[in-house]
């Protein structure tokens, strides 16, 4: 490869490796005191009804800042835990922090959480999760856990179990990014997730492209078919919300309803919402 790269781009390739693997080794020796110096938090983005305007519930998504490295997005830093095994002490962390979260919003309100395929592929991940809901008290029905279709890649007999178990504790299991993974459709048959979240990259391109439209309209008869709710991620403006609105998708995430916000900010969120985004809320609770 280096020979073929030339000798120019070989000089310049090879500085450019040893920054990249300095500042992966940074990260994970940084990450290893993480949890104990009390540097994760977790931010909250609301899932909104399409339709009735109704706030369902929130994703809990990641975050990590440390002293010297700043804000370490999660794209960067939970492959990182993956590697190195710290992806089962974070991850029981998340859910259980979420959990406890969730309990000072409205009853009703659920809370999503990403689970990593590796954490998946372990029965550990049931441990975490019984204790989470045991030790905050939220209702099973309020927990939906959140993966990503690269769990398939490793499909085992542990990784199939596990999630059956969950879905026994009662809790609800979403495929999230759906559209980007391999073989897609294949794994619906697999295993009966309850939500289907269609990833960002097709909202993205809901206006501008013919074959995108194409493609969301497929997934929602797909997923009415097998009675799964669809969510659509990544929704920025009110045009797409409207297309996926005509499209018959349940609900909408995105910067256009709000960003991930820190708990104080979900609770400010709740008390003003639905004032806040200036359209009629049909079927409210004054009709209801
Ligand atoms: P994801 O689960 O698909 O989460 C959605 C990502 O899209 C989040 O990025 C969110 O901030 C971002 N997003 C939301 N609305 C919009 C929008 O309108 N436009 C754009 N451009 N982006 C939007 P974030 O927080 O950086 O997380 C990235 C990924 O990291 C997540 O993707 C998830 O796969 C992973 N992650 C986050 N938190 C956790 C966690 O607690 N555990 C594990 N295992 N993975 C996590
Ligand atoms: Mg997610
Ligand atoms: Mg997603
Ligand atoms: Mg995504």
Redesign the pocket.
Known sequence: AAKSAGRGDFRFFAPQMAAVTRRRLAVEQALRGALQRQELS??F?PQVSLGDWRVKGF?????WTHPELGAV???EF?PV??ECGL?GE??AW?VKQ?CLEAMQWPAGLTVA????PV?AMSHELCRSVEAALQASGLPAVALEL?I?ESVFLNETQATMQVLHALQALGLRIAL??FGTGYSSLAYLRRFPFDTL?I??SF??ELLSRRDARAIVKTIVSLARTLDMKIVA????DAAQAEMLQRYDCDSV????LA??MTPPQVLEFLALWPAQLERPVAGGDATA
Do not use: C
């Open positions: 977790l931010h983005q994703e809990a998504l990641l975050r997005p999660p794209g939970v835990a993956e992806i974070i991850g998340v979420a959480v990403n689970v990593s954490q959140e990503t999230d990014d979240k990833d960002r909202v993205l991620e990544g929704v920025e995430q995105g910067y256009w960003r991930p």
